[in-house]
């Protein structure tokens, strides 16, 4: 007798997870949808990851463990083992709205052309409290041409895919080290249309250890990404690569000046903005954004941690 799949696979990359795993696999659980098995590869984790998984005693959540092999290697690894026709992925600190599966499986069963359905985002800190709101774009149908100019799902916990459409194009590039969410969706793009859910369905976590090492890394790995959407396509996108690289520079320079402050990440910040300004047609329409940034990476440079924190803080209040 045939085993009846379910409707989706949802996959959980984790690794040394131990603070946030939790409210992931609680926010799945809570799903309105609630035919769905939950992949959860453990990737090596040396915390206590897989006892705080262990307490969950739901039979649609399946554990594999493997030696460490990062993200990209994990997230193909889940989908090798889903059975359902549409495969969600959510990174072990993020979290989703109880309506989000739902939502999404109803615009794709009520847009059969498209194979992707994405939602909204917004930003939380550590402890889960709001901080800001995403760039809450809506489009539909073909994409691929405003995807290159942002990567407007902005994270790898959004979208519900056609597991056949992530199968046919061969998963997750293993041999990016950062950017291979947007990587994923340019190629979906390329072959498949988008269908929109205009809500906020996914929390995306921001974690004060973000190093400038890992922004150099992300750097590198868009680049990568759009080195190849230009390599691999007939036409000429010249047009949408300066775009794409004044986003691309727009979004480090504003991630490096996120909490924690320091002089490393201030001089990587001052490295992004002055290839923003590079990049950007339009740079003198933007005199104010580019003079706040100049004063807060200044700010950030020279003077010690504390010091910038506190009267940054300072300023912001008074704004």
Not at 123 to 141: P, R, V, W
Request: charged content about 20%; proline content about 3%; aromatic content about 10%.
């Amino acid at each position: 007798m045939n085993q009846i799949k379910p409707k989706i696979s949802i996959v959980i990359p984790a690794y040394n997870s131990e603070k946030t795993i939790k409210y992931a696999i609680e926010s799945v659980l809570k799903q309105t949808l609630n035919d769905f098995e939950l992949i959860i590869i453990n990737d090596g984790s040396t915390d206590s990851t897989l006892e705080v998984i262990s307490q969950f005693k739901d039979p649609r959540i399946k554990v594999f463990s493997f030696e460490n092999a990062g993200g990209n290697v994990s997230r193909n690894r889940g989908l090798e083992r889903a059975t359902a026709e549409f495969v969600s992925f959510l990174d072990a600190d993020d979290i989703w709205t109880s309506d989000k599966l739902e939502s999404q499986l109803h615009a794709l069963k009520e847009n059969p052309q498209a194979a992707v359905a994405y939602s909204w985002t917004d930003y939380i800190d550590e402890q889960g409290k709001l901080l800001f709101s995403g760039t809450h774009i809506t489009a539909n149908g073909n994409v691929y041409e405003q995807l290159i100019v942002s990567n407007f799902l902005e994270n790898g916990s959004n979208p519900l895919i056609s597991r056949e459409a992530l199968v046919q194009l061969d998963g997750f590039d293993e041999d990016l080290t950062a950017a291979q969410d947007w990587d994923m969706w340019l190629r979906l793009a390329q072959n498949f249309d988008f269908i929109a859910v205009p809500r906020v369905q996914i929390l995306y976590r921001i974690s004060a250890n973000s190093l400038s090492t890992n922004l150099a890394r992300q750097e590198k790995a868009s680049l990568q990404v759009l080195s190849k959407v230009c390599l691999t396509n007939t036409h000429n996108l010249n047009h949408l690569k300066n775009k794409s690289l004044t986003n691309l520079y727009k979004y480090l320079t504003c991630k490096a000046l996120q909490q924690p402050f320091n002089r490393q990440k201030g001089l990587a910040a001052a490295k992004f903005l002055w290839k923003y300004i590079f990049y950007d047609s339009s740079r003198f329409n933007h005199t104010n954004l580019i003079l706040r940034l100049s004063l807060k990476i200044a700010l950030i440079v020279i003077l010690p941690c504390t010091f910038s924190t506190a009267l940054l803080a300072l300023m912001k209040t008074n704004n």
